[in-house]
């Protein structure tokens, strides 16, 4: 990837590294950003190398302004045309292109992380809400603007917020588009952690890590659990739970855990253990 890309894609150690690229745009997600994150996410699906994807921005100041509201992006212009032609279908059509692709990041069976370097606006906490974690740089700033544009968070957002921070809280930042500093995210509970400014990244690699040096066969299972088991009763739940359970000690990954524990050794994951 060259470095004047929108998207700057990464791969080290097993983890893969997406950076928002258009500092000139505050990094604002383009149509362009949209369609790359697609094809990073379809080929991020099969690639049983990667045990964790972290989404930041380029530079380091900068996580997103949200989507790309110039009239020419395509995203815009189609929702142009079908307001001035009155055409829902288009305008849903539209709606349902990008939820596609943020719920292709939010089903990747590996643990996705969001790291929130900066201001993060709209369309850019939608696709931050999609990550199963978000981490903050202290200083950054969150808000849901739309309505202010009288629009909506409607790449997800309104779903997702709601079911992360809860109903009343969701409304209030939506409602009131109103800013909100990195610390009173993670009282919210948009936000699990927040590093200093100082070496962010570095405290991100060493978070990452402390996540990847686990069984990745369990960390997908877990993940499967959580996702899964929202919408269940209690009995469904945890049938699901010891069924997924047991997949996961079929799959032997367990026997080096628990061989490496008591040996005071490292696990050494294989590939084969951990594709799940």
């Known amino acids: 990837m060259a470095e004047n890309d929108p998207l700057i894609y990464r791969e080290e150690n097993g983890i893969t590294t997406i950076e928002i690229n258009r500092p000139e745009k505050k990094n604002a997600i383009g149509f362009e950003c949209w369609e790359l994150f697609d094809r990073y996410f379809s080929d991020l699906k099969s690639n049983q190398r990667i045990r964790a994807l972290v989404i930041t921005g380029h530079p380091t100041d900068i996580f997103s302004a949200g989507v790309d509201v110039t009239p020419s992006d395509k995203f815009i212009m189609d ?3 079908g307001v001035q032609n009155q055409d829902i279908e288009k ?19 590996f643990p996705t992380i969001a790291a929130i370097n900066g201001i993060c606006y709209s369309g850019a906490a939608e696709l931050a809400l999609a ?6 740089k202290e200083g950054s700033v969150i808000c849901f603007q739309e309505t202010r544009l009288g629009l909506i968070p409607d790449l997800g957002g309104t779903v997702r917020l709601g079911k992360l ?3 009343g809280r969701a409304k209030d930042l939506i409602f009131s588009a109103r800013k909100i500093g990195a610390s009173e995210a993670k009282q919210l509970g948009f936000v699990n952690h927040v590093f200093p400014k100082e070496n962010f990244r570095s405290h991100v690699t060493e978070y990452v890590k402390s996540i990847t040096a686990n069984g990745p066969m369990a960390m997908r299972i877990v993940k499967e659990i959580i996702d899964s088991t929202i919408s269940m ?11 997924r ?6 799959s032997g990954q367990c026997i080096e855990g628990i ?3 008591l040996g005071k050794k490292s696990p050494k994951w294989t590939v084969k253990a951990g594709s799940g």
């Open 79 to 81: 929702m142009f045309q």
């Open 91 to 109: 305008l849903i059509a539209g709606f349902a292109n990008i939820q596609s692709i943020l719920t292709k990041l939010a089903h990747l069976a």
């Open 131 to 136: 990550c199963d974690i978000r981490v903050a």
């Open 165 to 167: 921070v809860g109903p």
């Open 233 to 243: 009763d209690e009995d469904q739940a945890l049938t699901f739970e010891r069924e």
């Open 245 to 250: 359970a047991a997949a996961n000690v079929l």
């Open 259 to 261: 061989t490496a524990f």
